[in-house]
């Protein structure tokens, strides 16, 4: 089959690994692809937000089946667009459609949805610019910290965690005020919980759901989980504290609910769901939704499954998900994400990049990189994320963190704690 996957970063790298490791893979196009996704499949370059490109694209390469990477297209309406076109409509598209791609791309919405169900997550109220001064109110009352959440999508930049009445009530105008753009037209005041978080991704036809492999990701750039949140600086699967117990907690109280709420909606949902989950005192919450996989997340999960994934998102896309069988690989992966010196905030492109060719026994995957002049250089915050294989994650991670010394650019940076807290425990 013919297949097209819409993304450029580390996520889309790893799909693009994974899917042309398929023998049902006849042709792969990455649109808009990175150097990375070059030697797997074809580039070619078309704006995702230009949903008429993405058709004509899809008509002239004959595609069969669409892998939506970055959560924009979806909350656009993606899936709605295709299936609305009867000249497209036989090509499946891998996610939700618009109103199932909600429960991210509007946090009210969500936490509605988790309250009607009874899905446990932090108590919450939202807030307009006409409900300002009840809100201001609500704030002045809450207990600390207190949790901030732009409505809308915001780059994985809208959630604010605030030590103090006044920094929240300031940081609360200035989302109302338009600091996050539309995203934040809409304020979410949410309880602050305190735990460990760790990721869980499940693939559902709506009716049926199969669990992937569990991971757990690093925000903060600075070690020991400091300074500013980024789109994340490396991830571990599976963390050990997350054992069956805990797990089959997330499955009765989260998964199963979340699925029998898009049934009862009619919400029509073929592709992904990201539970970004809090345990705390060994109870799961859900802190919020993601309508696709994670970033860098993607990058160890699907390293780790061994199932053919075109053969799983073929059946999804039938209705016959029920007849799959998840393979994962028992050892642990780890990755490293590499980037630019002063990311999150202002950094440089076009740094040369050297000491691929070195690296052995871990897959490289590009998360912001471009030729130039027959050169790889750096083309984003996030650079490369590096994975390997372990016995557990703190053998894979030196594995990675070894050859993350061969890869060289001007202000690489990569954080050399990953996993520090599950030793801890552990």
Not at 8 to 27: M, T, V, Y
Not at 130 to 151: C, E, F
Request: hydrophobic share 45%; proline share 4%; with cysteine.
């Amino acid at each position: 089959m013919n297949i097209l996957l819409l993304g450029n970063g580390g996520r889309e790298h790893a799909f693009a690994w994974k899917i042309s490791q398929s023998p049902l893979c006849d042709k792969l196009i990455i649109a808009p692809g990175n150097p990375g996704t070059a030697a797997l499949g074809t580039n070619i370059h078309v704006s995702l937000s230009d949903f008429a490109a993405v058709r004509a694209l899809a008509l002239s390469e004959k595609i069969d089946l669409i892998v939506v990477g970055p959560e924009a297209p979806l909350v656009e309406g993606i899936y709605d667009y295709f299936e609305q076109d009867a000249t497209v409509a036989h090509i499946a598209v891998v996610g939700p459609s618009r109103a199932g791609a909600q429960l991210e791309g509007s946090k009210a919405f969500a936490k509605k949805f988790m309250q009607e169900l009874g899905i446990p997550t932090a108590a919450y109220r939202e807030f307009t610019r006409a409900t300002q001064p009840q809100g201001l109110d609500y704030i002045a009352a809450h207990s600390l910290p207190v949790v901030l959440k732009a409505d809308g999508l915001a780059a994985g930049k809208g959630v604010l965690i605030c030590q103090t009445i006044a920094e929240a009530q300031t940081a609360f105008v200035e989302m109302l005020d338009g600091k996050f753009g539309a995203a934040s037209d809409q304020v979410v005041v949410e309880a602050f919980l305190d735990g460990i978080e760790f990721s869980v991704f499940v693939i559902t036809d709506g009716q049926d759901y199969r669990i992937l492999p569990v991971a757990k990701d690093y925000k903060r750039i600075g070690e020991g989980d400091t300074g500013l949140n980024t789109g994340g600086m490396g991830a571990v699967s599976h963390p050990p504290f997350v054992d069956a117990a805990l797990l089959q907690k997330v499955e009765e109280r989260i998964i199963q609910p979340t699925i029998n709420g898009l049934k009862q909606r009619q919400l029509t949902y073929k592709g992904f769901i990201f539970f970004g989950l809090i345990s705390v005192q060994g109870e799961p919450f859900v802190i919020e939704y993601n309508c696709r996989m994670g970033d860098p997340e993607t990058e160890v999960v699907l390293p780790r499954l061994k199932s053919d994934l075109v053969d799983i998102l073929q059946k999804l896309h039938a209705g016959r998900l029920s007849e799959v069988q998840i393979e994962m690989d028992e050892r642990a992966a780890a990755t490293v994400m590499l980037v630019s010196g002063g990311y999150p905030g202002d950094y440089e492109k076009g740094k040369i990049i050297s000491g691929l060719e070195q690296v052995t026994g871990s897959i490289v995957f590009h998360a912001g990189t471009a030729m130039v002049s027959e050169k790889l250089v750096t083309n984003g915050g996030r650079v490369l994320a590096v994975t390997s294989f372990g016995e557990d994650f703190q053998v894979a991670l030196r594995q990675s963190y070894a050859n993350a010394e061969k890869i060289q650019f001007v202000g690489k940076y990569y954080r050399t704690d990953l996993g520090f807290d599950l030793i801890k425990q552990h």
